[in-house]
């Protein structure tokens, strides 16, 4: 059995196509996939959308999206046909390389109460420098008793 590998393809359609002339676009890439005794594992039609820039004097375009499982020989088919279609204005086949990869769980955070000898931006278990001492004052003298009235 060939070597299958992942694959994202993207095309756009013109957005004048008519349904058959879109469904025909797809029966394509579906038979050269099934022709390689690969899979389309999902397909998405993402509907019309405004591009960023004009495309063959396009301004929105039907964006049709498969997740295929194929060889890479079956890669460059499907590239050439698209480029034959006349419907298809731009499209976009990539490998796919992070599918099968599942996110990392992340650490739980715990928040452990800090010593008392630590400062904010110390780092830990250095000395922290001692407090400044208040300046002394003179205490309030208690006034004295006038004997003179």
Not at 32 to 52: C, E, H, P, Q
Not at 89 to 105: A, E, G, M, N, Q
């Given at each position: ?5 992942k694959?994202?393809?993207i095309?756009?359609l ?16 579906e ?7 690969g899979?389309?594992l999902k397909k ?13 004097k ?9 997740h295929?499982s194929?060889s890479?020989?079956?890669?460059a088919?499907?590239t050439?046909?698209?480029r034959l279609l006349e419907k298809v204005i731009?499209f976009?086949i990539?490998k ?5 990869l599942?996110?990392k769980?992340?650490?739980v955070r ?5 010593p008392?000898?630590e400062?904010i ?13 208040p300046?002394e004052?003179p ?5 004295t ?5």
């Amino acid at each position: 059995m060939p070597n299958l590998l992942k694959y994202d393809v993207i095309y756009i359609l013109d957005p004048n196509s008519t349904a058959e002339e879109m469904a025909a676009v797809g029966a394509k890439v579906e038979q050269i996939v099934n022709d390689a005794k690969g899979t389309v594992l999902k397909k998405d039609d993402w509907g019309k959308r405004r591009l960023a820039y004009l495309v063959k004097k396009h301004r929105e375009g039907h964006y049709v999206f498969y997740h295929v499982s194929v060889s890479p020989e079956t890669v460059a088919e499907i590239t050439r046909n698209l480029r034959l279609l006349e419907k298809v204005i731009k499209f976009s086949i990539v490998k796919d390389t992070i599918s099968h990869l599942k996110p990392k769980p992340r650490p739980v955070r715990t928040s452990t109460p800090r010593p008392a000898a630590e400062g904010i931006g110390q780092r830990p278990g250095a000395p922290r420098p001692p407090a400044p001492k208040p300046p002394e004052t003179p205490a309030p003298s208690a006034p004295t008793p006038d004997t003179n009235h």
